[in-house]
């Protein structure tokens, strides 16, 4: 398994307007919004050097992220590492016994393959697995 960089770092926030204006006044810039569906969010991306930071909004109250904000409050929701071989990953750390979410990859934000480690197995952090398209 071929790991390159962090791909991302996902934040949980009540309303990614408000939360992105943290952003902003650090000089970084908003490239671009999207609402994914399957997942109950709207997501924000912020380009910092050759990663990103991902604002996480729900778009449900059932949703993932309404959830975790209503456990943990606004905060780190997750970390991704992009991968070359999403499918070859996940048969890796499947055989090594981490506890997979996701046991084939699913699409994300940006068309992206992803899938996701149960952080009971991570020391307690949600790792995202991410291959761009």
Do not use: C
Not at 95 to 108: F, H, N, S, V
């Amino acid at each position: 398994m071929q790991t390159s960089q962090i791909d991302h770092i996902g934040i949980a926030v009540k309303n990614i307007e408000e939360a992105s204006k943290l952003y902003t006044d650090l000089g970084l810039k908003i490239e671009g919004t999207e609402i994914v569906e399957s997942q109950k969010v709207k997501v924000a991306f912020i380009g910092i050097g050759q990663s990103r930071i991902e604002l996480l909004e729900s778009t449900a109250p059932d949703g993932n992220v309404a959830k975790f904000i209503e456990a943990k409050g606004e905060g780190i929701h997750h970390i991704a590492v992009k991968v070359d071989n999403i499918e070859k990953a996940l048969e890796e750390l499947s055989a090594k016994e981490y506890q997979l979410i996701d046991k084939t990859p699913r699409i994300g934000a940006g068309g992206h393959k992803i899938a996701f480690l149960h952080p009971k197995s991570t020391k307690g952090v949600l790792l995202e697995l991410s291959q761009s398209h």
